[in-house]
């Protein structure tokens, strides 16, 4: 008997048909655009890592924390409106309103810190000024504690602060405007 034939073996790689060049193309593009869009990401990250926008807290409203340095101390004469932690708990004490301004001690607990403003109602800044001044209650006439400001053509001035050297200690507000030739006082001096 005669063994029956079988087919010759064939082998496997000679019947896989070569891709066409059309396929190995658009394979390439895909690795080309990831290989971009990859890229893109990662300098973005390092972008952000490096060049970290800066927050709007400052040195001088940020919480202080380990790292950060301490905040400047608040001093006689400084300008409240460069004090953001000043601002941030300020207080109208007291105020007196006569016919022509408004007269008020403002204060910041967390800066321990006084400072007076005159605001004018009468709509008369052109031309005139407003003078203010902010002394301790015990001593009044002592101008080396006393803080001052004279302002021409404005309808609002304040004064630098002034810091208090206890906690009980009074600190009172004085204001003028002029009118022409005219001077107008506060009413009454405003205190804490």
Same mark, same amino acid.
């Given at each position: 008997?005669? $063994?029956?034939?079988? #087919?010759?073996?064939?082998?496997?790689?000679?019947?896989?048909?070569?891709?066409?060049?059309?396929?190995?193309?658009?394979?390439?593009?895909?690795?080309?655009?990831?290989?971009?869009?990859?890229?893109?990401?990662?300098?973005?990250?390092?972008?952000?890592?490096?060049?970290?926008?800066?927050?709007?807290?400052?040195?001088?409203?940020?919480? &202080?924390?380990?790292?950060?340095?301490?905040? &400047? $101390?608040?001093?006689? %004469?400084?300008?409240?409106?460069?004090? $953001?932690?000043?601002?941030?708990?300020?207080?109208?004490?007291?105020? #007196?309103?006569? &016919?022509?301004?408004?007269?008020?001690?403002?204060?910041? &607990?967390?800066?321990?810190?006084?400072? @007076?403003?005159? =605001?004018?109602?009468? @709509?008369? %800044?052109? @031309?005139?000024?407003?003078?203010?001044?902010?002394?301790?209650? #015990?001593? $009044?006439?002592?101008?080396?504690?006393?803080?001052?400001?004279? =302002?021409?053509?404005?309808?609002? #001035?304040?004064?630098?602060?002034?810091?208090?050297?206890?906690?009980?200690?009074?600190?009172?507000?004085? %204001?003028?405007?002029?009118?022409?030739?005219?001077?107008?006082?506060?009413?009454?001096?405003?205190?804490?």
């Amino acid at each position: 008997m005669v $063994p029956p034939r079988t #087919a010759p073996e064939v082998d496997d790689a000679q019947d896989q048909k070569p891709e066409p060049k059309g396929t190995r193309r658009v394979w390439w593009w895909v690795v080309a655009v990831l290989v971009v869009v990859i890229s893109n990401i990662i300098t973005c990250l390092v972008t952000i890592a490096v060049v970290r926008p800066t927050t709007t807290d400052t040195a001088a409203n940020a919480p &202080e924390s380990a790292g950060a340095p301490p905040a &400047e $101390p608040v001093r006689n %004469g400084m300008n409240p409106n460069q004090l $953001p932690r000043c601002l941030d708990d300020v207080q109208t004490v007291d105020s #007196a309103t006569n &016919e022509a301004f408004t007269v008020k001690v403002n204060f910041s &607990e967390h800066c321990n810190a006084a400072w @007076g403003k005159v =605001e004018r109602i009468d @709509g008369r %800044g052109l @031309g005139n000024t407003i003078g203010i001044r902010i002394y301790p209650a #015990a001593a $009044p006439a002592d101008s080396t504690t006393a803080q001052r400001t004279s =302002e021409r053509d404005a309808t609002a #001035a304040f004064t630098p602060i002034l810091v208090r050297t206890d906690p009980t200690e009074r600190l009172c507000v004085e %204001g003028t405007v002029t009118d022409g030739a005219r001077t107008i006082p506060a009413a009454r001096p405003v205190c804490l």
